[in-house]
């Protein structure tokens, strides 16, 4: 891996890392929900800012809305690092993912990261969109559960970039992938005792 990052400038990786973490802070849910007036989304469901919560306000556009813009800003940043090379859009995806679950502004309290980690997979390496997409809507459909459809997808990822030879992609989604383990903690707990909530219902 610092092999892999020497690739690149300093000055480039750091510029790339901070883009990254600017744009991964934008709180989409959060701003969303307040413009079209569904409250602060912190206070209800799970007390989380990603969509997955926000479509506990029953308001299924505001959630996709929210989607789109946790993909997008994991995305962007992943773009045009690129022009200084794969190490720097690597960590341009690593810091839009940092800036999602630990924006600055929200006191470093922030989402799950699971629409990010995906946005970073398609501006970096975008079969791993497919990947994810393929394990989650089976698990999902199977247990009707967000959180464990994610858990199983994000890890499916950095093995299938392992089978393929492309360690950059592997070692980005993999770090990625003990991050989401590491803010679904409370999840795992909730499935473990019976008590998450399932896809569609309200807080």
Not at 15 to 25: D, E, I, K, R, V
Not at 61 to 68: D, F, I, N, P
Not at 170 to 181: F, I
Request: aromatic share 10%; hydrophobic share 55%.
């Amino acid at each position: 891996m610092i092999e892999f990052l020497a690739q690149s400038q300093p000055l480039f990786l750091v510029l790339s890392l901070a883009l990254g973490y600017l744009c991964g802070s934008i709180p989409f849910g959060l701003v969303l929900t307040r413009m079209f007036g569904l409250g602060d989304v912190r206070s209800i469901g799970s007390g989380n800012i990603g969509a997955t919560n926000v479509l506990r306000t029953g308001n299924k556009l505001v959630a996709a809305l929210t989607l789109l813009g946790d993909v997008l800003k994991g995305t962007v940043p992943v773009l045009i690092a690129w022009n200084w090379g794969e190490p720097a859009a690597a960590l341009a995806g690593l810091g839009a993912f940092l800036g999602h679950i630990l924006p600055v502004w929200l006191g470093f309290k922030g989402g799950k990261g699971v629409a990010t980690y995906l946005g970073v997979l398609l501006g970096f390496a975008p079969l791993g969109v497919a990947v994810f997409a393929a394990n989650w809507i089976v698990v999902a459909y199977l247990f009707r559960f967000s959180s464990l459809a994610a858990l199983v997808a994000t890890v499916a990822v950095p093995l299938v970039y392992l089978l393929l030879g492309n360690m950059p992609a592997a070692a980005l989604s993999g770090t990625l992938t003990v991050l989401v383990y590491i803010k679904h903690k409370t999840n795992i707990s909730r499935l473990l005792s019976g008590t998450e909530g399932k896809i569609g219902e309200k807080g």
